[in-house]
C-alpha cells in the first residue's frame, strides 16, 4: 500500500484512504480499517486530552509501568482507547505498547488480522501536567505468519525495513495526524466542530539542511565529546543556528519536519545503548523522516536495519534533515 498521487488539500481522512485502497485492486479492506480505528482512537484521545483536567485525567495512577516510569491517567486511557478500537475488526494480529510488558493478541472470540501494531500511546507524558504538547507514535508491520491463526513474537521482533506504514498524532493547540506507507508523508488535522480528519499538510518534504538543533543539553557532560563539540560549534557568533527543545520527541519531531532541523538523543554512560524505544519511538519516526527525504540513525547506522532484541528494547536517535544527520553519524563513527 503506498500514499502516493495527487491529494486536495482538505479531503477528508477516510476520502484519502478510500481513494488510496482504490488505486491497490490487491487490498482486502484490513489496512483502511486499520486507519480508520487509529483515527477513532485519536479522536478519543484528543477529546479526553482537552478535557483532562475536567475530566479526572490529571495526575499518576500511582503504578510504575514496565519502563520505570510513572503511569498518568492519560497514559492508560490512551493505551486502553487504542487496543480497543484495535482489537475486534479483525485487522491486527498483535499489538505491543510502551505501557505493556507484553504483547497483546486479540481475544480468541475475535478474527486475528494481517498487521502488527507497534505504539508508544501517550509520548510526552510528564507534559500533560503543565499542558505542553503530547503525542501517540505507531508503527505498521505485515505479519509473516499465516494470517487467521495466533501470532508470535516473530511477527513483532523485525528490522525497521519491514515496516509497512507509520505514523504520529500531535495533541496540541491543535490535532494532527501525521501518516505514511513509505512513499510521501501527510498531515490531517482534526476539525473538532465535525470530529474529522482534514487534509493540511499534503506531502511533508525536509530540505536537504537546516540550521536548527534539539537536544536536552542538561545532559551534555555525558555526552560524546565530539557531539559536546558539534553542538558548541553551532553556537558560535555568525552561524546562525537556533535551539528549540520542548522535551517530548514528537512534538520536537513534529516541529523539525515541517520546519527542518536535527533531533538528537544521544547515548551517554548511564545509557550505553541510547533510551528511546526502537519498535514505537525510533522506528515509527525514522520511516517517516525517510519518506519525507530526510535521515535516521543510531550514530552509527541506520535506524531501520536495526533487529530489536526486545520489546523495549532501546537505541540512541540522530534523526532529522539529511546533511546533518549524515555529518553528526560521521562524526561519531569509531576511530
Known amino acids: ?31 483502511a480499517t486499520l486507519l480508520q480505528q487509529v483515527s477513532l482512537a485519536a479522536r478519543m ?26 503511569v498518568q491517567r492519560l497514559d492508560e486511557y490512551a493505551n486502553d482507547a487504542f487496543k480497543r ?19 497483546f493478541y486479540p481475544p480468541a472470540r475475535f478474527r486475528s488480522g494481517r498487521y502488527v501494531f507497534c505504539m508508544d500511546p501517550l509520548d510526552g507524558s510528564s507534559n500533560i501536567d503543565v499542558n505542553a504538547t503530547i503525542g501517540t507514535i505507531f508503527a505498521i508491520f505485515r505479519r509473516k505468519s499465516v494470517e487467521g491463526g495466533p501470532a508470535s513474537m516473530d511477527d513483532i521482533l523485525r528490522p525497521g525495513r519491514d515496516i509497512v ?35 493540511s499538510h499534503p506531502d511533508i518534504k525536509l530540505s536537504p539542511t537546516a540550521k536548527t538543533w534539539s537536544v536536552n543539553e542538561g545532559y551534555a557532560a555525558a555526552f560524546d565529546p565530539r557531539l559536546r563539540d558539534w553542538i558548541e560549534s553551532r553556537k558560535a557568533p555568525g552561524m546562525g543556528w537556533t535551539a528549540r527543545y520542548i522535551g517530548s520527541l514528537v512534538a520536537d519531531f513534529h516541529r523539525n519536519l515541517l520546519k527542518g532541523g536535527i533531533f538528537l538523543y544521544p547515548a551517554t554512560a548511564k545509557n550505553p545503548e541510547g533510551k528511546l524505544r526502537i519498535l514505537y519511538e525510533a522506528f515509527p519516526l525514522a520511516f517517516l523522516v525517510e519518506a519525507a527525504g530526510g535521515a535516521a540513525t543510531d550514530g552509527r547506522q541506520r535506524i531501520l536495519d536495526l533487529t530489536p532484541d526486545g520489546l523495549h528494547a532501546r537505541t540512541a ?12 553519524t560521521a562524526l561519531l563513527q569509531p576511530a
Open 165 to 199: 506504514a507509520a505514523g504520529y498524532v500531535i495533541y496540541g493547540s491543535g490535532t494532527v495526524m501525521v501518516i505514511s506507507a513509505g512513499h510521501g508523508v501527510h498531515g490531517f488535522t482534526l476539525d473538532p466542530a465535525v470530529g474529522e480528519f482534514f487534509l
Open 1 to 31: 500500500m503506498e500514499f502516493s498521487g495527487h491529494f486536495e488539500e482538505g479531503m477528508t481522512l477516510d476520502r484519502f484512504i478510500f481513494e488510496t485502497t482504490q488505486s491497490h485492486p490487491e487490498a482486502t479492506g484490513q489496512f
Open 45 to 70: 484521545v484528543s477529546s479526553r486530552v482537552n478535557r483532562a483536567g475536567l475530566a479526572g485525567m490529571l495526575g499518576g495512577t500511582g503504578e510504575v509501568n514496565v519502563q520505570g516510569e510513572f
Open 85 to 103: 478500537a484495535l482489537e475486534h475488526p479483525g485487522v491486527i494480529a498483535a499489538l505491543a505498547s510502551e505501557e505493556d510488558e507484553g504483547p
Open 317 to 328: 536517535l540522530f534523526i532529522g534533515n539529511k546533511d546533518l544527520v549524515d555529518e553528526v
